[in-house]
């Protein structure tokens, strides 16, 4: 019995994180707290910017997996192999006072279904990452990489888009893609330190990304990007189902390459690694404490053209 309301349990966060990201109507905005240089390398060294031809279009492909095994005290486990791959297409560029504006549109996203999966839980996975079809919105940023502006279309902005899927998509690509650049002169061996707050389906994220600049060929770059989250002790509840979701801790870490191309909209890149929550769920037949270890990777792949 315990170990049937347990997988019930389990099943409910997952529920509820997914439904807690997608029921709202507004959520706050993810916000970058600027860049500081930590090294500022082998001279020489310039200053490092974008500068996106207008015309210019990226097309790529995200491709995510994820592996999540929670358990609790007792020792039993649910595991679930979710994964996502999305073709996107980012342009043309169009040249504005402060930077480039282009638009970002998935055109097409397929789940990645491991053999001999539940197939109650594969038609979920492929009715959620058919939402992701069509999807898209636009962008303005500056020559630093800083998002000025951004809105999404009326097709992202529906009820029913995952919305949780999508902020981590989101801002892993944000995070791998679109590197901030500092102001300062940089030159080989050079690193710097990115911050920022993430509202994660209710849970307040703090993240730092750190870049080290490992070679230079003309206008691409090659870095390498650690990338950590931490979590402070806090409590989310859902009144209209009765739970209340305190979190213990919270913590990941992973690391990447990107190779950042100055003239492009987007960058190749990859990066992977884990996760570590600890959760106390409370719901009216009871409490149960909840570990979630994760473990995940991201790829970015990207040719760009310019539209002539």
């Given at each position: 019995?315990?170990?049937?309301?347990?997988?019930?349990?389990?099943?409910?966060?997952?529920?509820?994180?997914?439904?807690?990201?997608?029921?709202?109507?507004?959520?706050?905005?993810?916000?970058?707290?600027?860049?500081?240089?930590?090294?500022?390398?082998?001279?020489?060294?310039?200053?490092?910017?974008?500068?996106?031809?207008?015309?210019?279009t990226t097309s790529s492909?995200?491709?995510?997996?994820?592996?999540?095994?929670?358990?609790?005290?007792?020792?039993?486990?649910?595991?679930?192999?979710?994964?996502?791959?999305?073709?996107?297409?980012?342009?043309?560029?169009?040249?504005?006072?402060?930077?480039?504006?282009?638009?970002?549109?998935?055109?097409?996203?397929?789940?990645?279904?491991?053999?001999?999966?539940?197939?109650?839980?594969?038609?979920?996975?492929?009715?959620?990452?058919?939402?992701?079809d069509e999807i898209g919105g636009s962008v303005e940023v500056d020559d630093h990489g800083r998002k000025l502006a951004g809105e999404l279309d009326a097709r992202t902005k529906r009820s029913d888009v995952p919305a949780r899927l999508l902020r981590m998509i989101v801002n892993a690509r944000e995070t791998l893609s679109r590197v901030l650049l500092p102001e300062e002169p940089i030159g080989l061996g050079a690193r710097w330190e990115t911050r920022r707050t993430i509202d994660a389906f209710g849970i307040e994220v703090q993240q730092v990304n750190t870049y080290t600049l490992v070679?230079?060929?003309?206008?691409?770059?090659?870095?390498?990007?650690?990338?950590?989250?931490?979590?402070?002790?806090?409590?989310?509840?859902?009144?209209?189902?009765?739970?209340?979701?305190?979190?213990e801790s919270m913590s990941a870490l992973a690391n990447g390459q990107i190779v950042l191309d100055l003239d492009a909209l987007e960058s190749d890149a990859s990066a992977n690694g884990s996760s570590e929550d600890r959760l106390r769920v409370k719901t009216v037949d009871g409490q149960e404490s909840i570990r979630v270890d994760e473990t995940f990777e991201i790829q970015i792949a990207n040719t760009s053209g310019l539209v002539r």
């Open positions: 019995m315990m170990g049937c309301s347990l997988t019930r349990g389990l099943v409910l966060v997952s529920a509820l994180a997914m439904l807690a990201a997608c029921n709202r109507t507004k959520t706050a905005a993810d916000v970058d707290t600027g860049v500081v240089v930590l090294d500022h390398g082998d001279r020489p060294r310039d200053r490092v910017r974008y500068k996106v031809p207008p015309g210019t492909t995200t491709t995510l997996r994820v592996k999540t095994l929670a358990t609790s005290p007792d020792g039993a486990a649910l595991s679930v192999l979710p994964g996502v791959r999305l073709d996107i297409v980012s342009g043309p560029a169009e040249t504005t006072d402060r930077g480039v504006k282009f638009k970002v549109d998935v055109v097409h996203a397929e789940a990645l279904v491991p053999a001999g999966f539940d197939p109650e839980l594969a038609d979920m996975l492929r009715d959620g990452a058919a939402m992701l070679d230079r060929v003309g206008d691409e770059l090659m870095l390498n990007v650690t990338v950590q989250q931490r979590a402070l002790p806090q409590t989310i509840s859902f009144p209209e189902d009765g739970v209340e979701i305190s979190v």
